[in-house]
């Protein structure tokens, strides 16, 4: 069996949970994988057949998107030729981690596909959502990346197509500790934005992972980390509470350890903030912006009791088995954008 498997890398939550599932589809026959997007800032832990600069977002100085710079560096001509050109006639299965270059070859070639990640779980209208919904953010979930099939992965259960968190076997399988340090990863900020904050904070060691730092080194009570999965794994795994954006699967890992956690969302990201209403929903802290008072936040949280919050692993067999085992089949009718995995 042939398996495409099409990641969307901006971030590095995709590619993250792609490693993790690596040595489950190998399992199951040869896989190509496809890699389309130009700011996650880890290793490809596997070969890439197809890469391309697809479609990124890029930040601004201190929290939000750059709207400019992200939409500068779409080239919707060559979107088309490249999805165009993707072999996938050549595969049984394609897999889609919310990729739009794949999404369009899929509807141009007639051919079907899963989408298995976060966003699917979006599909659904019980997913949680913010208080104020944001019609352009609700059609660039629902539409980005559409699929002929749908298997969501969320904190929870919302619908009868969405599955537990994909965890890493680091973490799943990490000493779980509290050796009283804050861990940090905020990837829209820049140290200018939050350094003085965090040192009027001289009793709290902080752990602050950014994209800037190339080696570890240490100021006052923060100690500068460069992004490297090991060390982030050790000192998740080892933290008293982490403070990081809105993502999914940094707070789902941080969740399947019990650890205290911070989320705020990034300005004018839909998706965090959706994120952010279901960790609100759980009892997780969540601060809509940064202000003057920030260090009091973080006090206050700190000494807080670390609210009693549990979420599953993702049986990632059983997962994987359940979608070879529906995977639409050839000679059925081609049909975009199915809610549920039947």
């Known amino acids: ?140 979930l629902k539409n980005y990346s559409k699929s002929s099939k749908y298997m969501g992965l969320h904190f929870r259960a919302y619908d009868d197509f969405i599955f537990p968190p994909i965890i890493k076997k680091e973490i799943r399988c990490a000493k779980n500790v509290d050796q009283k340090h804050i861990t940090v990863y905020l990837p829209a900020f820049q140290k200018v934005c939050l350094q003085e904050t965090f040192e009027k904070l001289p009793d709290i060691e902080f752990h602050w992972y950014l994209s800037s730092v190339k080696d570890i080194y240490k100021e006052k009570n923060i100690t500068y980390f460069p992004i490297y999965q090991k060390l982030f794994n050790e000192s998740l795994s080892s933290c008293h509470g982490l403070i990081t954006g809105g993502g999914f699967e940094t707070p789902a890992e941080a969740l399947f350890l019990r650890k205290k956690l911070m989320s705020i969302p990034i300005k004018n990201h839909y998706e965090q903030q959706c994120n952010a209403a279901a960790l609100a929903k759980l009892g997780v802290c969540i601060l809509d912006a940064i202000d003057e008072h920030f260090s009091d936040h973080i006090s206050e949280w700190y000494q807080k009791p670390t609210a009693d919050i549990s979420i599953e692993a993702n049986n990632i067999q059983e997962t994987l088995q359940f979608l070879v085992d529906n995977y639409p089949r050839k000679k059925d009718i081609f049909l975009e954008d199915q809610l549920l995995f039947i």
């Open 1 to 140: 069996m042939k398996i495409f498997y099409a990641i969307q890398a901006t971030g590095n939550g995709h590619l993250s949970r792609a490693a993790e599932l690596h040595p489950y589809l190998t399992n199951l026959g040869e896989v190509d994988y496809f890699v389309s997007g130009n700011n996650s800032t880890i290793d490809f832990p596997f070969p890439v057949k197809y890469r391309s600069k697809g479609v990124s977002l890029y930040y601004s100085k201190c929290g939000g998107i750059d709207h400019m710079d992200t939409l500068k560096k779409i080239k919707p001509l060559s979107i088309f030729k490249e999805a165009m050109d993707l072999p996938l006639k050549n595969y049984d299965i394609i897999i889609n981690d919310f990729e739009c270059i794949t999404s369009l070859a899929c509807s141009i070639q007639k051919i079907h596909s899963v989408q298995l990640g976060h966003q699917a779980s979006f599909k659904s209208g019980n997913t949680p959502r913010p208080a104020k919904r944001n019609h352009v953010g609700e059609l660039i």
